[in-house]
């Protein structure tokens, strides 16, 4: 089984920055893409950031500038860093793998439980 736990989250004023981490573990050979989404009441889960294993990253149009995901291949850890943050960026977010499992030629996606974010003064 692959694990992905995410840490990091809390209440922040607007304006303020949090930094998110998320590591996976477990059976893993190799991970591609790691990524953070997020989903507040009522809304579709989005896209929050992306990056692969090689670094290139991929952002929502809302966050850029603002977020920066990055990522350490050796620890299976990615990291969201959240600076000028909105009431807006409210959510539940949860970050995503695509795993490789040792024998196995198939990617699956696995995902974290999740983690509050909420912006309020």
């Known amino acids: 089984q692959v694990q992905l736990v995410e840490s990091g989250g809390g209440l922040v004023q607007p304006g303020g920055s949090l930094r998110l981490s998320c590591a996976a573990s477990?059976?893993?050979?190799?991970?591609?893409?790691m990524g953070w989404y997020r989903q507040a009441p009522g809304f579709q889960r989005e896209l929050v950031a992306a990056i692969s294993s090689g670094g290139s990253t991929n952002y929502a149009d809302s966050v850029k500038g603002r977020f920066t995901i990055s990522r350490d291949n050796a620890k299976n850890t990615v990291y969201l860093q959240m600076n000028s943050l909105k009431p807006e960026d409210t959510s539940i977010y949860t970050c995503?793998?695509?795993?490789?499992?040792?024998?196995?030629?198939?990617?699956?996606?696995?995902w974290g439980p999740g983690t509050q974010i909420t912006v309020s003064s």
């Open positions: 477990g059976d893993i050979f190799s991970i591609n893409v």
């Open positions: 995503s793998a695509d795993v490789r499992r040792p024998g196995s030629n198939r990617w699956y996606k696995y």
